[in-house]
Each structure stands twice: as C-alpha cells, then as structure tokens.
Nanobody, 121 residues
Framework: QVQLVESGGGLLQAGGSLRLSCAISGRTFGIYSMGWFRQGPGKEREFVARINWIASMTYYADSVKGRFTISLDNARNTLYLQMNSLKPEDTAVYYC??????????????WGQGTQVTVSS
C-alpha cells in the first residue's frame, strides 16, 4: 500500500505561482510513475504532469507546458508541482497519484485526497 497526502493548495490571482507537495509513504516498490491530475468543476479528471520514478523523465499536458514543473525528491519521498503564470482555467482539485507510466488516470492505483487550487481573474 502507498499513502499520498497533498498540500499547498489555495486561492490566488491570475499570474501568481503556487507549489503543491505530495508526501509519499508506504511500500513504493513497483511504482513506475508519479503523476499530478486535476478535476475542475463539472469536468472529468485530466492529466497534468508525470515523472518516472527511476529515470525522472517528465511529461506534461499541452495546457500546462512551460508553466508547470513536476519534480520528485526521492530522498524525502515528496512529489512537487511548481505552478507559475496561473490562469483561471487552472482552477481545480489537484491530485497526486502513483502507478504505471501513463497519462491515463486508470493506470494509477494510488491517489491522494486532493488539494483545491482556485485562481481568480
């Protein structure tokens, strides 16, 4: 079992920055990828970014490329998402997840409880 706990969400104005954290604990053997997903009001959960557990290769959704940066501190077992130049359309509950290397949420077996990010115009 893997436990994931997100933190760092909040309310801010467009153009601002925020860093989300995800504390990872439990049995991490067999995890290939850590990902960030988000779900906006009335929308389906969508891929934001992911990073391979070993090689640290990163992948981003087109909508956040160049603005968001995903990183993984293996020593501290913490996943981060640095979000810059935030837009109102980035408003969503953000989830971290652990599982296989994929942009598809169904490939991830473990999920955090989510943290709300609200960006006002």
């Amino acid at each position: 079992q893997v436990q994931l706990v997100e933190s760092g969400g909040g309310l801010l104005q467009a153009g601002g920055s925020l860093r989300l954290s995800c504390a990872i604990s439990g049995r991490t053997f067999g995890i290939y990828s850590m990902g960030w997903f988000r779900q906006g009001p009335g929308k389906e959960r969508e891929f934001v970014a992911r990073i391979n557990w070993i090689a640290s290769m990163t992948y981003y959704a087109d909508s956040v490329k160049g603005r968001f940066t995903i990183s993984l501190d293996n020593a501290r077992n913490t996943l981060y998402l640095q979000m810059n130049s935030l837009k109102p359309e980035d408003t969503a509950v953000y989830y971290c997840a652990a599982g296989r290397s994929s942009n598809n949420p169904s490939a991830y077996d473990y999920w955090g409880q989510g943290t709300q990010v609200t960006v006002s115009s």
